[in-house]
């Protein structure tokens, strides 16, 4: 699991200590998801070892839109299990992950093909002052 977020601002309210390093990863340009620790009010099932949880600031306007709205972050998965292939069609979804979410979002999938600029975010992780890729 993940949590989408509307801005770096917005992830302060859940961790209680953030590096320079995790906001400059957070801030970069390209789809990013940092995995924080020491994980503040949020609920206890949504955290890893360390109180840890996978934060990625969105730019999807539905998203930002129920973000802005509720003034609270989305809980999100990947849109497969992992270890499996990323899908590139809302056909390629598991049927199982799609009847396990509430939503998933049009505005990925345009005509059954993943738009050009949706590329899966990549996932990182600092682990004593070096940066872990978990996926690229």
Do not use: W
């Not at 590096?19 to 390209?30: F, N, P, T, V």
């Not at 998801?33 to 969105?58: D, H, M, Q, W």
């Not at 199982?96 to 005509?111: A, G, H, M, N, P």
């Amino acid at each position: 699991l993940l949590v989408l977020v509307d801005s770096i601002e917005m992830i302060k309210h859940y961790c209680s200590s953030i590096s320079k390093q995790e906001l400059d990863l957070l801030a970069d340009s390209r789809p990013t998801t940092v995995i924080l620790e020491n994980i503040i009010a949020l609920p206890n099932n949504l955290k890893g070892p360390n109180s840890s949880l996978a934060f990625r600031i969105t730019t999807n306007p539905a998203c930002l839109n129920i973000i802005k709205s509720t003034q609270t972050p989305l809980v999100s998965t990947s849109a497969n299990y992992s270890g499996d292939p990323t899908p590139l069609s809302r056909n390629q979804i598991s049927g199982t992950l799609l009847e396990s979410v509430d939503v998933v979002f049009k505005t990925i999938y345009k005509e059954k093909t993943i738009q050009q600029n949706a590329k899966p975010s990549r996932i990182l992780k600092i682990s004593n002052g070096l940066v872990i890729t978990i996926r690229k």
